[in-house]
């Protein structure tokens, strides 16, 4: 790549759990081919909130329903940084709930978002004309 270039990977794939390697696989290939440094725990933080808000499209914006997820992956030849944006058509994310999570009472749900929010250094979530979009962004 040279200076001031970005490359976009795509990946469009159905919303199913089983697929969730893929999206893995994808990104890490992206990763070994950039020009981000190989750190160890910034690949696997933002492998692993990728990984999350996969997760979350499949049971919160689909509820076990069919769907595809677009996956884009861009990186940029003149920083450290990776770009991650999550596309779907699935219900609307419901985001009140975060400023209720009381961290001091156990339950076995809710943590994913603001799992997310610590692992990378950008979250965005916008929602136009019934198309959900998680950007993710990690500085290397």
Known sequence: MKNNETEKVILDIPANIKYLETISACLN???????????????????L???????NIIEHAYHGRTGRIKVEIEVFSSSD?????????????ELGHLSELNLAEPQTKGYGLVLINQLVDKVQYTREKGINK????KIF
């Open 49 to 55: 909130a990728v990984h999350e808000a996969s997760v």
């Open 29 to 47: 290939a992206v990763l070994d081919r950039g020009p981000a440094p190989k750190v160890a725990h910034s690949r696997f933080a933002i492998t």
């Open 134 to 137: 998680w950007k993710l962004v």
């Open 81 to 93: 940084k990776i770009v991650v944006e999550l596309l779907d058509q699935g219900a609307a994310a």
